[in-house]
């Protein structure tokens, strides 16, 4: 008899098999649909005008599901300028930067213009009215899924359930995993230390079994 890789998660989402698969690339994201799983869009550093022709492209190459990925940091003021944004930096920071620019002899400015001010501005150092501009943007492509490595508020999880968005989200501890469930995250990720991106202190195969208990 053949294993079935069918689960929860492909009811949930309308796909073939239980895989997501994070990227900045749209190709990517259309393929892994079109494979049978769900394609995720990283559009953290994406203004809103590109998160809608990157969704629009992928909707052009594949009808399946694909969901979008942003941040919404608790901690996110409401307003916020790329010059304050810039005075946050540490300067032990900004000292390595120098010695390291010296050591490789590399121009004096070489990050700066448009595209850096727009990566301030809807970083993970961003405003709350810049990701909720990212939101409205990314929620008026219909995409299958909103995922945030960061969490959600209720507000969020609400306009994304209003959408027709699941919502899904990484945690790295038990605590994090209630939190999620009790604001009515859809699809919880348990994501070990071993992982990329956004990760806790705790071994996947530790963690995955204390979340499942817990959530």
């Not at 890789?5 to 098999?17: A, F, N, Q, V």
């Not at 004096?108 to 001010?117: K, R, T, V, Y």
Request: charged content about 20%; overall charge negative.
């Amino acid at each position: 008899m053949a294993l079935s890789l069918h689960t929860k998660l492909c009811d949930m989402l309308g796909i073939e098999y239980p895989v997501m698969a994070f990227n900045h690339c749209r190709d990517v994201v259309a393929a892994v649909g079109n494979a049978g799983g769900c394609g995720v869009l990283g559009a953290l550093a994406l203004p809103p005008e590109q998160i809608a022709i990157e969704a629009r492209w992928i909707k052009d190459h594949t009808d399946k599901p694909f969901g979008i990925d942003l941040v919404f940091p608790s901690t996110a003021p409401e307003k916020i300028t790329t010059e304050q944004l810039l005075a946050m930096i540490p300067q032990g920071y900004k000292d390595f930067m120098d010695r390291f620019k010296a050591q490789l002899g590399l121009p004096e400015q070489i990050w700066g213009g448009a595209g850096m001010d727009v990566f301030l501005e809807l970083g993970i150092g961003g405003s709350y009215e810049s990701q909720m501009r990212q939101l409205d943007a990314a929620l008026e492509t219909k995409p299958a899924v909103i995922a945030a490595a960061l969490g959600f508020n209720k507000e969020i999880i609400d306009r994304c359930h209003s959408a027709g968005a699941k919502c899904v989200t990484l945690v790295g501890n038990v605590k994090n995993a209630k939190r999620a469930a009790t604001a009515g995250v859809d699809i919880i990720v348990a994501q070990g230390t071993e992982a990329g991106g956004h990760t806790g202190r705790i071994g996947t195969l530790a963690l995955v079994p204390q979340v499942v208990d817990a959530v």
